[in-house]
């Protein structure tokens, strides 16, 4: 899954790929380089983030939208706003990446209407600005399980027709943590769902490696998700499609 930011302020490449041109020439270099599909998103979660409004979003990623879609390749529209994934839904978005982690209901009926599949991520509160203030558990694994197995469960059960989920790496989460989910990471995907894992880029492989600069955390993130698809993942949401898919392409070889 390749990053498609289009957003002023996001940790990695905020600023990049704000015109309809630049967007789409930055999905067809993530195409070439062996992209399955694409996230788009046109608000930044990191950590502190200031939430935008709806229009405001709706204005940076639905011609974005309208343009990649020509690329055929599937297109996930990265929102927690019912307003944006109303209309990316309707222009013919493929995956719904809810950072809300369906909180929302008005997410759910709208997946089940589209009969989109929806990624339900882990986040202890739905507030950028403020989720790391609540990184505190007695057990992240199990809390972050139960929390995935009840939205997955209510979502089907209201006509979702797939589920896909997302630990939520970083998202109320510290270093320590972090490592716990990745190390465990087969107890989630005993959840029955495939399992996204996005570390790309994050502040945990800075953290490992000394990297300061998110743009040259690129080996670290390589190493990061070559153990999730180790013990199970099988969506990797990455900044860096080519060296993920080198490094796939060899691990895949010898692991057969």
């Not at 495939?194 to 690129?218: F, M």
């Amino acid at each position: 899954m390749g990053i498609l930011n289009v957003t002023p302020d996001s940790f990695s490449d905020g600023g990049r790929y704000l015109d309809v041109e630049a967007a789409l020439a930055r999905a067809r270099t993530l195409k070439a380089q062996g992209a399955d599909l694409i996230d788009l998103g046109g608000e930044s979660t990191r950590p502190g983030a200031a939430p935008v409004s709806a229009s405001e979003e709706k204005r940076r990623v639905l011609p974005v939208l309208e343009a990649v879609l020509e690329l055929g390749l599937p297109i996930s529209i990265d929102t927690r706003k019912p307003e944006v994934a109303a209309e990316a839904l309707s222009l013919g978005a493929h995956l719904l990446n809810d950072v809300g982690g369906l909180r929302d209901g008005r997410m759910v009926r709208l997946a089940a209407e589209h009969q989109t599949p929806v990624v339900i991520l882990h986040s202890p509160v739905n507030d950028p600005q403020t989720m790391m203030q609540h990184a505190r558990y007695t057990d992240v694994v199990r809390e972050v399980a139960g929390f995935l197995r009840h939205q997955a469960e209510n979502a089907l059960a209201a006509g979702v027709p797939a589920v896909v989920l997302d630990p939520g790496f970083g998202f109320g989460k510290r270093l320590e943590h972090n490592l716990e989910l990745l190390r465990r990471l087969d107890e989630l995907v005993a959840l029955g769902h495939p399992l996204l894992a996005g570390l790309s880029r994050k502040r945990t492989i800075g953290e490992l490696t000394g990297v300061e600069a998110p743009e040259r955390r690129v080996c670290g993130s390589v190493a990061a998700h070559l153990a999730a698809a180790r013990r199970g993942a099988r969506i990797l949401r990455v900044h860096d499609v080519a060296a993920h898919a080198e490094a796939l392409a060899v691990w895949n070889a010898v692991e057969g």
